[in-house]
């Protein structure tokens, strides 16, 4: 009996855990006390690397913003998504409310300046009760950053005529310069008026010259028939 009930456990081992675990920690000869050690051993290890990865994830999260991110709903939900993931590893910067919720209000003061102080303010109880909820806390940043309206920032848009006509007056030019300027235009468009004029003119002359030495020319034609 007792032959058959290590024989289900080592048939129950082997479906339950990974063929990773099964090939290093599980070989067919060795007791089910050595299975058990070596699973634990390998199971704390893999503990470990994933807990110290969980840290760093949730490090590279909260720090400082220089600026507004160009999605900040992402960043909140990113932040919301790191601790959640440091908690299950049992990461200690997250333990505290206190501690963590500090790093958060750091992460933040450029961007929000007035948030940390104020959300503390209204949640002192529960800190230093040490059941602040994560959650909550991403849900203010959500709503402080939606009033602020920075949730995400929309490109900047060059507007029709926003850098002016091409012959506006450089601003470094001085205002006698700039008069100059105005002047020599005004006289460069009163000279091709005037020469838009003048060849109108002289079109108009030449066709009546024309006119007239056409009839000349008829009066010619004519007095030759009656002669003839």
């Not at 675990?21 to 470990?48: F, H, K, M, P, Q």
């Not at 600026?67 to 590893?89: G, L, S």
């Not at 049992?90 to 450029?110: E, G, N, T, Y």
């Not at 959650?135 to 309206?149: R, T």
Request: net charge positive; aromatic share 8%.
């Amino acid at each position: 009996e007792k032959q058959a009930s290590i024989s289900k456990l080592r048939t129950w081992v082997e479906e339950s855990i990974s063929d990773h675990l099964w090939t290093t920690c599980c070989n067919a000869e060795d007791t089910i006390r050595v299975w058990y050690i070596g699973l634990r051993t390998s199971v704390c290890a893999d503990d470990v690397q994933l807990r110290s990865k969980a840290r760093d994830k949730y490090q590279r999260m909260i720090q400082p913003l220089k600026k507004t991110p160009q999605d900040f709903e992402a960043w909140i939900k990113q932040w919301r998504e790191a601790f959640a993931y440091a908690k299950i590893r049992d990461v200690a910067d997250v333990a505290h409310s206190a501690d963590w919720l500090k790093d958060v209000s750091k992460a933040v003061k450029d961007v929000l300046p007035a948030w940390g102080s104020s959300f503390r303010n209204g949640h002192l109880a529960a800190i230093r009760s040490d059941t602040l909820d994560y959650k909550e806390v991403a849900a203010s940043l959500y709503d402080e950053a939606d009033v602020q309206n920075i949730l995400k920032r929309q490109p900047q848009r060059v507007h029709k005529g926003a850098f002016g006509p091409a012959f506006e007056p450089d601003p470094e030019q001085g205002p006698d310069e700039s008069r100059d300027q105005a002047t020599d235009q005004r006289k460069g468009r009163k000279r091709k008026a005037k020469n838009g004029k003048e060849k109108e003119a002289g079109s108009n002359k030449r066709k009546r010259e024309d006119s007239d030495n056409q009839g000349h020319h008829d009066n010619l034609d004519i007095g030759r028939c009656s002669v003839c």
